[in-house]
């Protein structure tokens, strides 16, 4: 069965970077790529970018450019997303779906406090 | 940025009644290819997303056929034909015909 599981909780200061890993299983990981999403307490789901499993072309909003990076490692069929210069509204837990979200990972809260 | 606009924001609903949520995109969610990339996600409270529906009207495998999504081009209906206790949450859509893709705001359904 199709499974992404995620790295544990983090807590980050500001200024600092964060990278969460999302390691699929199930299915044939090149086929389908890697879209991460957050939601901040309380808040809505926010669409924070995509990468293709395959070639690892990336696409991302425009207010998160310059301080993400997603990535994978297909050796280990592992997806990772990097956030930079965190500031304390990073403060969310962070999901990583297949594709446009069939299937999805536990969340990973990020806190980011001084 | 194409925004998504849901509405009503809360809907209390009585067990056994329907219920419906609306959702409005400010352009056009028909792709090049043809396809329109428009889902429906249910956030039970404390759990991850789960899509209900992909495409405008495909349930996804092990989802209710209660559910049921319907619309095209820039006006989106999600509709519960049955509330039950376990339909309480969060309802999202999201397109993902254009970068970036986008959310709406989110409905949360509520027993009366």
């Known amino acids: 069965q199709v499974q992404l599981v995620q790295s544990g909780a983090e807590v980050k200061k500001p200024g600092t970077s964060v990278k969460v890993s999302c390691k699929a299983s199930g299915y044939t990981f090149i086929s389908y790529g890697i879209s991460w999403v957050r939601q901040a307490p309380g808040q809505g789901l926010e669409w924070m970018g995509w990468?293709?499993?395959?070639?690892?072309?990336?696409n991302y909003p425009q207010n998160l450019q310059g301080r993400v990076t997603m990535t994978t490692d297909t050796s280990t069929s592992t997806a990772y997303m990097e956030l930079r210069s965190l500031r304390s509204d990073d403060t969310a837990v962070y999901y990583c779906?297949?594709?446009?979200?069939?299937?999805w990972g536990q969340g990973t809260l990020v806190t980011v406090s001084s | 940025d194409v925004v998504m606009t849901q509405s009503p924001l809360s809907l209390p609903v009585i067990l056994g009644q329907p219920a419906s949520i609306s959702c409005r995109s400010s352009q056009s969610l028909v792709h090049s290819d043809g396809n329109t990339y428009f889902n429906w996600f249910q956030q039970r409270p404390g759990q991850s997303p789960r899509r209900l529906i992909y495409k405008v009207s495909n349930r996804d495998p092990g989802v209710p056929d209660r559910f049921s999504g319907s619309g095209s081009g820039t006006d989106f209906t999600l509709k519960i034909s049955r509330v039950e206790a376990e339909d309480v949450g969060f309802y999202y859509c999201m397109q993902g015909t254009h970068w970036p893709w986008t959310f709406g705001q989110g409905t949360k359904v509520e027993i009366k």
């Open positions: 779906a297949r594709a446009l979200g069939d299937y």
């Open positions: 990468i293709s499993a395959s070639n690892g072309m990336t």
